[in-house]
């Protein structure tokens, strides 16, 4: 699946009050031929361009345009789609220009709206006349929510070295995790929307061997590959992060959530004053929880308890599916191979039956993600909701080790009185990654 496949291009365009020139130019899909309003003053709108559809279910609307001279960051765009026998404003406010990008223009809304119609003007608000230029615009379907993932990447400026704790046979080789974190991205951004979509780092970022006071620097080399993504990414709290923060000091909580690149996080509040290591958002209809939830110890005593009532709370603010994102296992089902260590896991259910027991009563949860354990595949089905955990690179035995996934769920297959149900899905990338095709899970009304 690709995600521009789920843009379209409008089938009609009118200009009823005839404010416009070359007006098909906008629907041709051609990012350089143009619909011109000209001599557009200073304080004045252009008329609106009208766009026509066969009825389809749609949650976004994007466009390309550029005034005539400079940018002045004042200028304004006003979008409206028709949907429900009405128009239904989309976006009204300013714009950014940023040349050939697609990812710049681009607005949603609840999906599961049947659209036929959009419309669009512009404001000129600087101190100039100007011809406004409209290069494209296009409907986007309602897709399934894609998003990148992975874990425990692990930077660090030691040695490839052995990690033989808790009966452990593994090798950390932590000298490629710039590269194979590149590629992550890289894959990202071939694959995710970055309106629709986002990516998402499991925790461990920086491996708790790195020398003392080298944890910002790693964070900052994390960062500089993250920058050039137009992706949103996530970053969210692992145990070797938390102990170089609480036990080494290599940083503040205050220094390390300021150092993250995150730019969907900053945006959307994290961290949150009410949990200040876990934090929501919402994209393409969902409602996304990260726990802070390192491993087993933290969801014990006072902080466990916090960390309980913050997602119940979570949980029962949103109608929208939710999937819930944690760096720990939230399942004890033994690991496939059988391996012992895997109590330190998540082996005692002890701490996480009530954690489970808060997710299955919500009867919103689509699935639960999770890292940490690097081996994987260690994914249960537990009251119809999934729990998958995904392979992490920094356990690599062959230098081209580099399990990531591209993650695809659909959650409207079916509706019916009283549920929907829908699918899970992994396409694993790297020689330790495995695909998952999806067990099908139901979502009980709200």
Not at 137 to 152: C, N, Q, R, T, Y
Request: hydrophobic share 35%; glycine share 8%.
């Amino acid at each position: 699946m690709v995600w521009y496949d789920y843009y379209i291009s409008p089938t009609g365009v009118t200009d009823p009050d005839s404010g416009w020139n070359s007006e098909a130019n906008a629907i041709d899909g051609v990012l350089n031929t143009y619909a011109v309003s000209n001599d557009v003053t200073v304080g004045n709108w252009t008329e609106f361009l009208y766009f026509s559809s066969a009825a389809f279910d749609g949650d976004g609307f994007r466009f390309s345009a550029d005034p005539s001279i400079p940018f002045n960051s004042r200028n304004r765009v006003d979008i409206d789609l028709y949907y429900d026998d009405a128009w239904n404003n989309l976006y009204e406010g300013s714009w950014a220009l940023d040349g050939v990008s697609l990812s710049g223009h681009a607005y949603s809304i609840d999906p599961n709206q049947t659209v036929t119609q959009a419309r669009i003007r512009f404001k000129a608000t600087g101190s100039q006349t100007i011809n406004m230029r409209l290069g494209f615009v296009m409907f986007h379907k309602v897709a399934p929510l894609l998003f990148g993932i992975s874990g425990d990447q692990h930077f660090s400026d030691n040695v490839d070295h052995d990690w033989p704790n808790f009966g452990q046979k593994e090798y950390r080789r932590v000298t490629t995790a710039p590269t194979r974190f590149g590629a992550f991205i890289e894959t990202v951004d071939e694959n995710i929307d970055p309106i629709f979509g986002f990516s998402i780092h499991m925790g461990d970022a920086v491996d708790s061997r790195c020398s003392s006071g080298g944890m910002p620097g790693k964070l900052a080399e994390l960062n500089s590959i993250v920058d050039d993504s137009d992706v949103p990414f996530l970053n969210i709290i692992g145990n070797h992060d938390k102990w170089e923060i609480d036990s080494r000091g290599d940083m503040t909580w205050a220094e390390y959530f300021a150092a993250l690149s995150n730019h969907a996080t900053q945006a959307n509040g994290f961290p949150d004053g009410a949990n200040p290591k876990g934090y929501t958002f919402d994209v393409g209809g969902f409602r996304c929880i990260v726990l802070y939830y390192p491993y087993l110890d933290y969801v014990q005593g006072p902080e466990g308890d916090d960390q309980q009532a913050w997602l119940t709370a979570r949980l029962s603010e949103t109608s929208k599916p939710v999937i819930i994102f944690s760096h720990a296992y939230l399942h004890t089902q033994m690991h496939q191979y059988g391996d012992p260590s895997y109590a330190y896991y998540g082996g005692d259910d002890t701490y996480l039956a009530p954690v489970r027991t808060i997710i299955e009563n919500s009867g919103k949860v689509i699935a639960v993600f999770q890292s940490h354990y690097h081996r994987a595949k260690s994914n249960a089905t537990i009251n119809e909701i999934p729990y998958v955990g995904v392979a992490c690179p920094v356990h690599a035995p062959l230098i081209d080790d580099n399990a990531y996934y591209i993650v695809e769920v659909t959650p409207n297959v079916f509706q019916g009185p009283n549920q929907m149900h829908g699918t899970v899905k992994l396409t694993g990338y790297g020689s330790m990654a495995f695909d998952y095709n999806g067990d099908k899970f139901s979502l009980m009304s709200a």
